[in-house]
C-alpha cells in the first residue's frame, strides 16, 4: 500500500512571519544552543560533550565539512554544529518497545520532524514481508539474513550500497571493498546529490575534483567571491573566518538570489565585539542574480578582464600562467568575446554597472578565491558554471598560489573523505588496479549506478537489495513519489541508522534497520577504545575520538557491521582479512595507506593534532594532472534556466533549523520565519502579479517537459527580498517537485535549484 509522505503536522506548522535579521550569530546562537543542547541532553552531558567537540583530543563535529583552526577556543563550534551534537548524543533511546506500539502504517503517517525526535536507534529491527510492524532480531540473524538475500541475487549489480557523507575513512574503505569483492561498483552517495558538479568541473579543468586552498589562503586573500552558498547556517564557522579575512583587508562578494543575514554582518559569539558590539560587516558588494545566472555573471567577467586586456595589454592577465600552464585559451577568449550584454542581463537580472564594480575590484586584487556551494552546483548547467568559475581565475592565475583558488564548500563532514576512499560508482582504474593488487582479486571495471540511475534501476526492477550506510535516501532523493515507488520493489532494504527516518517506513518487501554508534559514542573493539578519521573540506586528515557511552549496549559500529557481513557474505570469494579491520581500525589505515595516494605512514600522520594535509597537485607545485597536462580552459556556452510566462523558478534549500531531512525545529530565525516549514518565499512584486497575499495558501505544481504532474500542497506564501522571479521553499518537502530526470549535465545532479513551477490557489 503507497502511502504518501504526511503533508504537514498542522499542530507543529502553523508559520509565523517577521522581519528577516541582518546579523547572524551573537548572543541569540548562544542560547539557542544552549536551550538545544540541554533539551536533548540534560545540562552537564551537553556541556562535557560541547567542549570535546572540534578539539585535538575530542570528535570531529558531525555537522559540515567546514575546516576547524588552530585550536585556539576552548568552544569550537558553532549553534548547527551544536545542534548536529545534540541531536546524535540525546538521551532519547527507542527499542522494540516503541516499535511494537506504533506499526509502519503509523510512522509513514509522521512527519519526519516526529520520526527524528523520537530518539536513538538501540535494536536491530526487522520489518518481514507482509508484517504490519518492525520486530527485534540478533545481529546474528539480521546480518545471517542480508548475507543470503545478497547471495542469492543473480548478478551482483542487482544489489546498491549507498553512502551519506558522515561515514568514516576506515568505514568507508571497508565498505567499498564488500561491494567490490561482492562484484559491483554501484555506490552511489549523497555527493552525487551535492557537490558532485564541482568534482566533474573540477577534474576536467585542474585534474583534481576537490578544493584548492586552505584557510591561510582564505586569511590572506584580498577579494573573496562567495556565490550560491549560506554559510550562516550551512557552515556557520567559516564565518569566523570570512571575519579574520575581513579584518586583514579582504573585500567580500556575495553572490545570492537572497541577502543571507550570514553574509550580511557576523557577531562572533567569541569576541566581545561580537557578543554585544555590532560584530563585522562581511558583505561589501551585494549582488541579486537570478537564480541559474551565474554561468552569465562569469561569461561577463571574463569578457571585461579580457577587453580590459585588450586596452592595456599586459596589465590585466596573468600571461606568463597562462602560456606556461594552461590549455585550451585561445577558444575561451574568442568565446567569451562573444558574449552579449542582453543575453547577460536577461540571465543574471543584474545592472551592467554592478558586473562592471565587480570586474574592477577583480582587476584590483591580487589574490582571489571563490567559494561556492549548492547554489552553483544543482542546476542544469552547473558544470558548465563551475568551468567558467575556473575560467575566470585561471585568466588572473588564481590557482596554486597563496590567498588564491577555488572553494567549493562541502556539506556532510566527511563526504570529501569517503569519495577518497573510493565510494564512487565510476571509480579510477589507477585506485581499482591499486585495490586489486592490495587484496588479490580482480574488482569489477564497469561504471556502476549513482544516485539517479539507482532510483531507475529500482524502478526497472534491476536491483534486489538497497543497502544504506547511513542518511534518508527516500526523503533527500528528487521526486519523491517516484523513489518511493522505486523503493518498494526491492526484495530488500537495509538502513544502517543513527536516528529513524522516512526511509525506514518505505521499504522493500522487507527491510532491516541496523543501529549504529555515531562520531560522539565510545567505540571500543577488540584491541579496544578506537579512532576514526575523516577528511574536511579543505584536504585536511585528522582523528576523531568518540567520548560518550553509547546509546545501547550491543551497537555495532559502522566497520563492524561491514565486517561482520562480509564475513558472512563472501564466502571462497574473499581475500579480506575482516576480523583484523574489525579489531583494530589502524589496521584498516596500513591497507589505505597502501592503497590510497597521500596516505602513507597514515597511523603516525594523524597523531599530528591538527591532522594532515592530502596532495593537491594545482596547489602544491601548479601541476595539473589532466588529460592535456595543464590546467584547461573551456568553451561555455552561454545558457540560464528558461522560464515560461505566468511561472516562477523554484530553489529548494534549508532552513536554519535542519540538517538536510533531520529537523531540529521549525524555526529560520534568521530569515524571520518561525513556528513552521511549509512555506514560499516569493518576491512581492511576483506575488502581486500572480494575485496571490501574504499568508495565503498556494499549491505549487511543476511543470517539466515529461507533462507529469507533480504538486506540493498547501504552501503558506511569504513576501521576501528574493529576486524577481525567484521563489524558494524548503527541501526536502519539496523533493516531490523535481523530477527524476531533470539533472545536471555531465554530473548528473537533481536541479534542486531550479524547478519551474506554477502557483495554484
Ligand atoms: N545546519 C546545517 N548545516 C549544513 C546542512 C544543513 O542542512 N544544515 N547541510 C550540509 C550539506 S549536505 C550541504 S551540501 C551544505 C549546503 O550548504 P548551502 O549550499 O549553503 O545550502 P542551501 O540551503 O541549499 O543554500 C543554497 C544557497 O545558494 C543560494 N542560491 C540558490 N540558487 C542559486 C543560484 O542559482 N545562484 C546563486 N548565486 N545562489 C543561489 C540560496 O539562496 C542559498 O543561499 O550545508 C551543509 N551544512
Ligand atoms: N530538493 C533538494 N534535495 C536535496 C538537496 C537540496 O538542496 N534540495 N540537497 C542534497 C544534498 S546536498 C545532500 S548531501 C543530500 C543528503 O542526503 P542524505 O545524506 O541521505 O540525508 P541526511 O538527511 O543527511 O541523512 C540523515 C540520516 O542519516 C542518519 N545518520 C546520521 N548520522 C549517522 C551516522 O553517523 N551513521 C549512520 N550510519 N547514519 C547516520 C540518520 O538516521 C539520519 O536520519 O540531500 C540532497 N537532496
Ligand atoms: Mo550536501
Request: glycine share 8%.
Amino acid at each position: 500500500m503507497a502511502r504518501k509522505a504526511p503533508v504537514t503536522d498542522p499542530a507543529q506548522d502553523a508559520p509565523k512571519t517577521g522581519e528577516p535579521q541582518h546579523a547572524a550569530a551573537g548572543l541569540p546562537a548562544l542560547k539557542h544552543t544552549t536551550q538545544i543542547a540541554a533539551a536533548q541532553m540534560g545540562l552537564p552531558r551537553a556541556v562535557k560533550t560541547l567542549l570535546k567537540l572540534n578539539q585535538p583530543d575530542g570528535f570531529d563535529c558531525p555537522g559540515c565539512a567546514w575546516p576547524e583552526p588552530d585550536h585556539t577556543h576552548t568552544a569550537e563550534f558553532c549553534e548547527n554544529g551544536a545542534k548536529a551534537v545534540a541531536e546524535e548524543a540525546t538521551l532519547r533511546r527507542i527499542g522494540p518497545e516503541f516499535f511494537a506500539e506504533h506499526s509502519v502504517a503509523d510512522l509513514a503517517e509522521r512527519s519526519g520532524y516526529w520520526l527524528g525526535q523520537q530518539g536513538r536507534l538501540t535494536t536491530p529491527m526487522l520489518l518481514d514481508e507482509g508484517a504490519t510492524h518492525y520486530t527485534p532480531l540478533s545481529w546474528d540473524d539480521a546480518l545471517q539474513l542480508v548475507a543470503e538475500e545478497l547471495q542469492a541475487m543473480e548478478t551482483p549489480d542487482q544489489a546498491v550500497f549507498y553512502t551519506s557523507g558522515r561515514t568514516s575513512n576506515e568505514a568507508a574503505f571497508a565498505y567499498q571493498l564488500l561491494a567490490r569483492q561482492l562484484g559491483t561498483n554501484n555506490l552511489p552517495d549523497c555527493s552525487n546529490m551535492c557537490h558532485e558538479s564541482s568534482g566533474s568541473a573540477l577534474v576536467e579543468t585542474l585534474g583534481v575534483g576537490k578544493g584548492s586552498v586552505s584557510l591561510k589562503d582564505l586569511y590572506q586573500a584580498d577579494l573573496i567571491i562567495v556565490a550560491g552558498q549560506n554559510p550562516g547556517t550551512n557552515h556557520p564557522r567559516m564565518l569566523s573566518a570570512l571575519e579574520r579575512a575581513k579584518r586583514a583587508g579582504a573585500t567580500i562578494v556575495s553572490v545570492n538570489p537572497l541577502p543571507e543575514a550570514g553574509l550580511e554582518r557576523f557577531k562572533n559569539p567569541q569576541n566581545a565585539r561580537g557578543l554585544v558590539g555590532g560584530g563585522t560587516k562581511l558583505t561589501d558588494l551585494f549582488l541579486q542574480i537570478r537564480l541559474g545566472g551565474d554561468l552569465a555573471l562569469f561569461r561577463a567577467l571574463n569578457l571585461l578582464l579580457l577587453e580590459a586586456e585588450e586596452k592595456a595589454p599586459g596589465t590585466v592577465l596573468d600571461r606568463a600562467f597562462i602560456e606556461q600552464h594552461c590549455a585550451g585559451f585561445e577558444e575561451f577568449a574568442a568565446e567569451a568575446k562573444s558574449t552579449d550584454w542582453a543575453e547577460v542581463r536577461a540571465a543574471t537580472g543584474l545592472p551592467d554597472s554592478q558586473i562592471q564594480e565587480l570586474a574592477e575590484l577583480v582587476r584590483k586584487s591580487e589574490k582571489i578565491i571563490v567559494c561556492w556551494a549548492m547554489g552553483l552546483t544543482q542546476h542544469k548547467h552547473s558544470v558548465p558554471t563551475i568551468r567558467e568559475v575556473v575560467n575566470f581565475l585561471l585568466l588572473r592565475g588564481n590557482v596554486g598560489r597563496p590567498g588564491a583558488g577555488v572553494c567549493p564548500v562541502r556539506g556532510h563532514s566527511n563526504v570529501q573523505g569517503d569519495r577518497t576512499m573510493g565510494i564512487f560508482e565510476r571509480p579510477s582504474a589507477a585506485f581499482l588496479d591499486a585495490l586489486g593488487k592490495e587484496f588479490h582479486f580482480e574488482p569489477p571495471r564497469e561504471h556502476g549506478m549513482d544516485v539517479v540511475q539507482s532510483i531507475r534501476g529500482m524502478r526497472d526492477g534491476k536491483v534486489r537489495v538497497f543497502f544504506a550506510m547511513g542518511g534518508n535516501f527516500v526523503a533527500a532523493s528528487p521526486d519523491t513519489e517516484v523513489t518511493e515507488a522505486a523503493m518498494r520493489t526491492c526484495r530488500l532494504t537495509v538502513h544502517v541508522s543513527t536516528k529513524l527516518n522516512r526511509s525506514h517506513v518505505v521499504t522493500g518487501a522487507r527491510a532491516l534497520i541496523l543501529p549504529t554508534l555515531g562520531r560522539t559514542d565510545l567505540d571500543r573493539q577488540a584491541s579496544g577504545p578506537q579512532q576514526v578519521t575523516v577528511e574536511d573540506s579543505m584536504g585536511i586528515v585528522h582523528a576523531s575520538r568518540g567520548a560518550l557511552k553509547p546509546p545501547a549496549p550491543d551497537l555495532l559500529s559502522e566497520v563492524a557491521i561491514v565486517c561482520r557481513l562480509a564475513r558472512r557474505t563472501l564466502g571462497p570469494k574473499n581475500t579480506v582479512p575482516w576480523e583484523d579491520f574489525n579489531a583494530s581500525y589502524s589496521n584498516i589505515r596500513d591497507r589505505i595507506a597502501r592503497v590510497i595516494p597521500g596516505f602513507d605512514d597514515y597511523n603516525a600522520k594523524i597523531r599530528t593534532p591538527g591532522g594532515f594535509a592530502l596532495p593537491h597537485a594545482p596547489r602544491d607545485n601548479r601541476s595539473f594532472p589532466t588529460t592535456t597536462g595543464k590546467a584547461n580552459f573551456t568553451v561555455n556556452a552561454m545558457t540560464a534556466p528558461e522560464v515560461p510566462e505566468g511561472r516562477l523558478l523554484l530553489q529548494t534549500l534549508r532552513s536554519h533549523d535542519q540538517y538536510n531531512t533531520t529537523i531540529y525545529g521549525l524555526d529560520d530565525r534568521y530569515r524571520g520565519i518561525t513556528g513552521g516549514r511549509r512555506v514560499v518565499l516569493l518576491n512581492a512584486e511576483d506575488a502581486a502579479e500572480f494575485g496571490v497575499a501574504e499568508g495565503e495558501f498556494v499549491d505549487l505544481v511543476s511543470e517539466w517537459q515529461d507533462g507529469v504532474e507533480r504538486r506540493a500542497p498547501r504552501f503558506r506564501v511569504v513576501l521576501y527580498p528574493t529576486t524577481r522571479g525567484c521563489a524558494a521553499a524548503y527541501y526536502p518537502e519539496t523533493n516531490v517537485l523535481v523530477p527524476l530526470d531533470s539533472t545536471a549535465e555531465t554530473s548528473n545532479t537533481p536541479t534542486s535549484k531550479s524547478v519551474v513551477i506554477r502557483l495554484e490557489k
